[in-house]
């Protein structure tokens, strides 16, 4: 039993091809993909963003943009301009991570330092796990409303639970239920978790063409969609565009920073170029859906439902009813995977590469997220905190600003992937910090902040300075390039700068003593117990 709760027996087994100088640094999960690891084609790359495409967060898109005064005609251009944006530095990042097939976390070291790169590593771990939780409660209300489909009598289930802790009986039974459904998808590999996403990429657009269906014959567009016309104009209809494109850009924008994690594992550079033109035209036809659906319920029902599960609610045939439910809680088991619980397991194999693979981060994801953060209590009563989370993409332009000019602007694509997992290699920069990076994040994210306050709290008006709110990806991603490349410009750092990539170790002498003979094993010492895989 001691053998089984000692740290070490936890250990993971060094993989032998790990350019790092120990087994502290690095693990397999964190090496660069092997070549037979590389299993993404195109069509995956297409399966994956109409899976991605069709989840709740995405139908409810337009919903803000209508309430803020936008008609669906301004709305749905906003969100193609906004995805367009984001599929170009999608794929910027996404071309770094599919040369060098390694994970956000580690290219990130090439760019912010070895040590400053924790810092984007750290928070994105918090910001998925957190996400993780709410997407979960989302999937709870799929399994409760599949299950009253079938057994009208659950939603008559008596409660048990304290009211103020923001879930019934009921809701913590369908909770527990959608996280049982949803753990074995998060135990299978990056490599094999394609074919989740080919299959919901299947299924679910066929699903919501049946809602359009529906909704279009039960109100015609001429009815639903026709009388709603913009209620703004001049300089207020201007930032209310703005505005409503950056909520189109925040919905992804954490993917545009870390979709290496997906592209590392691309059979060929070229296989995920598709996403130029997939995600814009996939996002805007989605956002067009649960535009023409909620319009064809206020019809309906007098209801103005952007959630679609009250909609789904609404329905007297249960087996439309289960169905529909169905589609949703596929889309948001495979949103959930794609966008936080593989993101969080990829981050924590970099804060604990001897202890955590992918998989076992994916469970840590999956306890602490699913859990510990109680997400139904954040859901009743953290409004303001939920503001303050979705207002994290402050950051996330910046971090692809800077990834994107230091790759292809600074370095001209030449980057040395042994010296990402050395400590003492060249990006160690000064003492493990790159200080350009963080001169660069200290010029473009506070300028956002008043922003962000008053949209936590509407009742403290900072301004027309709070403005900058309203553009901050825009802002944070020109401002952190335009600062990162100057201050680079100007102080050069000369010792990371190469005439030719190095990918692996045989391809250039390595950049620090301790990786000299690229004997790994030699350098991990003897394997651990691995108890649990």
């Not at 949703?328 to 969080?344: C, H, M, P, R, Y």
Request: proline share 7%; net charge neutral.
């Amino acid at each position: 039993m001691s053998r089984w709760l000692s740290p070490k027996s936890w250990a993971l087994e060094p993989s032998p091809s790990t350019f790092a100088p120990t087994s502290k640094w690095s693990n397999k999960d964190m090496d660069p993909v092997a070549p037979e690891d590389r299993t993404w084609s195109t069509r995956n790359y297409v399966a994956y963003w109409i899976s991605d495409a069709t989840n709740t967060a995405v139908w409810e898109l337009a919903s803000s943009m209508l309430a803020i005064g936008l008609s669906w005609r301004q709305a749905l251009p906003d969100i193609a301009v906004g995805h367009v944006v984001i599929a170009v530095v999608m794929v910027l990042n996404g071309t770094a991570g599919a040369r060098m097939h390694v994970a956000f976390p580690v290219m990130n070291r090439s760019s912010f330092g070895f040590w400053f790169s924790y810092f984007s590593v750290i928070s994105r771990v918090i910001l998925a796990m957190f996400w993780f939780g709410i997407q979960t409660y989302t999937g709870s209300e799929c399994v409760y409303q599949m299950l009253k489909a079938i057994w009208p009598s659950t939603a008559n289930i008596p409660n048990h639970i304290d009211p103020s802790s923001g879930i019934t009986s009921s809701g913590l039974m369908c909770y527990f239920l959608y996280w049982l459904i949803q753990l074995p998808f998060m135990l299978v590999s990056p490599q094999k978790i394609r074919h989740l996403f080919t299959a919901k990429a299947i299924i679910v657009p066929f699903a919501w063409l049946a809602i359009l269906i529906w909704a279009m014959i039960k109100a015609p567009p001429s009815v639903s969609l026709s009388p709603k016309h913009s209620q703004l104009s001049g300089s207020d209809l201007s930032w209310a565009w703005l505005s409503a494109l950056n909520s189109a850009f925040g919905i992804y924008a954490t993917l545009s920073v870390n979709i290496p994690d997906f592209t590392r594992y691309a059979k060929t550079e070229q296989a995920q170029y598709v996403q130029v033109a997939i995600i814009p035209t996939v996002f805007t036809l989605v956002a067009f859906v649960g535009i023409a659906v909620t319009s064809a319920g206020e019809v309906l029902y007098g209801e103005t439902l952007w959630d679609p599960l009250r909609l789904i609610d609404k329905w007297d045939n249960r087996a439309a009813a289960f169905f529909a439910a169905f589609s949703f809680l596929l889309a948001t088991i495979g949103t959930n995977i794609s966008a936080n619980s593989l993101s969080a397991a990829n981050d924590m194999t970099v804060l604990f590469p001897r202890y955590l693979n992918i998989r076992r981060g994916q469970v840590v994801c999956a306890i602490l997220g699913g859990w510990a953060l109680a997400p139904w209590e954040i859901l009743a009563s953290g409004q303001g905190f939920l503001t303050f989370m979705s207002g994290y993409t402050i950051f996330l332009g910046p971090f692809a600003g800077i990834m994107v000019t230091d790759y292809w602007i600074i370095h001209k694509t030449n980057v040395d992937v042994p010296a990402m997992y050395d400590p003492k290699g060249r990006y160690r920069y000064w003492k493990g910090i790159n200080w350009r990076a963080l001169a660069a994040l200290i010029c473009s994210v506070p300028p956002s902040f008043p922003g962000l306050v008053h949209s936590i709290n509407p009742s403290i008006n900072p301004g027309p300075v709070s403005h900058v709110f309203d553009i901050a990806w825009l802002y944070g991603f020109f401002t952190a390039s335009g600062v990162y490349w100057l201050l680079t410009a100007l102080f050069p750092p000369h010792e990371t700068f190469m005439e030719k990539p190095i990918y692996d170790l045989d391809d250039s002498e390595p950049s620090s003593p301790d990786l000299k003979g690229g004997d790994s094993e030699k350098a991990y010492g003897s394997a651990t117990v691995n108890p649990v895989q």
